[in-house]
Every structure is written in C-alpha cells, then in structure tokens.
Nanobody, 122 residues
Framework: QVQLVESGGGLVQAGDSLRLSCAAS????????MGWFRQAPGKEREFVAA????????TYADFAKGRFTITRDNTHNMVFLQMNSPKPEDTAVYYC???????????????WGQGTQVTVSA
C-alpha cells in the first residue's frame, strides 16, 4: 500500500553535510509518523530519528541528537534526514519507514524503503 524510496546517500568525508530524502506514496502521508533507521555491516538495524505526522513532534537516538535533523514536507510527501558532521561510524545503509505511532522500535513500522548507502571516510 505504501511505497518508500530513499535517495541522497553516497561517499562523503567526515565533517561534510549530507541530506537523505525519502519519497512516499500510497498512504495519506501527513497522517503517519515516519522514521529513519540504519544498519551497518555486521550490525543490527538501529533507530536514528522519527517525526510525527504533522512534523511537530520529533525524537532522536542519542548518537543522532545535535548532529542529525529529521524534517518532512507533507505537500510533496517527503521526509528528510539532514546529517551534519557525519563520522565514519555513521557508515550504514539508511532506511526510511512509516509507522502508525511515533516510535523508536523497528517493529512499530509497517512499511520500509529499500535503503540508501551512506559511507563516511575519515
């Protein structure tokens, strides 16, 4: 029912800025929270950030707080993750996902994108 497509990943130097994008279709976009997750090689998927349907509520993982910013543009069915001062340990595949409640657990999300690779070199 919902299709999510991430873009904006790539190879960046530590300290650069990067903005990931997620385009959504199918579900009434503005009614649902959205989240960003990431999965590094050999690691389990972990929560990065989430935003409420209206865009007024946000929550971040500790490692993301102060460096990453989640935003959304409901008129264009888009959600973004602004990554400032990324570090090599931020290297991972980044996924956007749609949920029915604002949550930090991946089990709360019912639709997932295919992911976009972010590689941060020192």
């Amino acid at each position: 029912q919902v299709q999510l497509v991430e873009s904006g990943g790539g190879l960046v130097q530590a300290g650069d800025s990067l903005r990931l994008s997620c385009a959504a279709s199918g579900r009434t976009f503005s009614n649902y929270p959205m989240g960003w997750f990431r999965q590094a090689p050999g690691k389990e998927r972990e929560f990065v950030a989430a935003i409420s349907g209206s865009g007024l509520g946000k929550t971040y993982a500790d490692f993301a707080k102060g460096r990453f910013t989640i935003t959304r543009d409901n008129t264009h069915n888009m959600v973004f993750l602004q990554m400032n001062s990324p570090k090599p340990e931020d290297t991972a595949v980044y996924y956007c996902a749609s949920s029915r409640v604002l949550a930090r657990e991946n089990s709360a999300y019912d639709y997932w994108g295919q992911g976009t690779q972010v590689t941060v070199s020192a």
